[in-house]
Nanobody, 123 residues
Framework: QVQLVESGGGLVQAGGSLSLSCAAS????????MGWFRQAPGKEREFVAA????????YYADSMEGRFTISRDNAKNTVYLQMNSLRPEDTAVYYC????????????????WGQGTQVTVSS
């Protein structure tokens, strides 16, 4: 069993930056791929980025490529999402998740989820 806890969300102006963290407990993350998703009110959960167990491979949704960076520190059992050039449309609850499957954007393939952290971008 894996418990995931996100932190780092908040309110930021358009063009600003935020850094999210996802700390894991209950099991080491070093053998699982990790992903970030987001969900805005009234919308479906949306893939943001994923990273392989080693950190050597990453995968981004097109709209986040170049603005968001996913990384991980397996020694700290933590995954990060650095978000730059934020836009009002980035406003959502951001979730981290863990999967036994290699890099995937499909939320149904993720086995463990955090509770989410709110990111609000004002215009």
């Amino acid at each position: 069993q894996v418990q995931l806890v996100e932190s780092g969300g908040g309110l930021v102006q358009a063009g600003g930056s935020l850094s999210l963290s996802c700390a894991a407990s209950g099991r080491t993350l070093s053998s699982v791929a990790m992903g970030w998703f987001r969900q805005a009110p009234g919308k479906e959960r949306e893939f943001v980025a994923a990273i392989s167990w080693s950190g050597g491979n990453t995968y981004y949704a097109d709209s986040m490529e170049g603005r968001f960076t996913i990384s991980r520190d397996n020694a700290k059992n933590t995954v990060y999402l650095q978000m730059n050039s934020l836009r009002p449309e980035d406003t959502a609850v951001y979730y981290c998740a863990a999967t036994e499957v290699a890099l995937t954007a499909s939320p149904s393939l993720y086995d463990y989820w955090g509770q989410g952290t709110q990111v609000t971008v004002s215009s």
